[in-house]
């Protein structure tokens, strides 16, 4: 598989309130871009395919500031947002004693109105087979 992978690493996001930082935090984000595909005849809706989650230490959660996280995906990386699927991605994790019960991996897309460029009213809806396995089999590949 051709390498559609152009982002990897911890996004930090600004926040608002200034020198306060408020709503400031840090994920993990990968952007695939789909359009790098070669020999696929074959035409995206949304081609740019951004995945974030939420990293140990950070102030804020993805889900509690996915519209400010997307706004400013958009602007930093020139992302035309009618195009991105914005995805919250979150492990399998287990808690309890001996870690005896296990939520299991889920990846959640999120709809957004957009109003002058700002994402605002998210809509979060499960993303399932195939489309999930789509995605996890992209998160999977070796870059």
């Known amino acids: 598989m051709e390498d559609v992978l152009v982002y990897d690493d911890i996004y930090e996001w600004e ?4 020198k306060l930082r ?14 790098k595909r070669k020999n696929v005849d074959l035409a995206y809706l949304r081609p740019v395919i951004v ?8 102030t804020m959660s993805v889900r509690s500031c996915a519209g400010h996280i997307a706004t400013s995906l958009a602007r930093t990386f020139g992302i035309d947002y009618h195009r991105m699927l914005f995805i919250e991605y979150y492990p399998a994790s ?3 004693l001996k870690s005896k019960y296990t939520i ?7 709809d957004f ?14 993303i399932n087979p195939p489309l ?7 998160m999977e590949a070796p870059h």
């Open 15 to 18: 926040g608002w309130g200034g």
């Open 22 to 35: 408020l709503g400031s935090g840090r994920c993990r984000l990968r952007i695939y871009n789909l359009k």
């Open 51 to 58: 995945v974030v989650t939420d990293v140990p230490g950070s």
């Open 94 to 96: 287990s808690y309890g």
């Open 104 to 110: 299991a991996e889920r990846l959640d897309a999120v």
């Open 113 to 126: 109105t957009w109003r002058e460029d700002r994402a605002i009213q998210p809509r979060w809806r499960t």
């Open 132 to 138: 999930k396995d789509q995605i996890l089999k992209l």
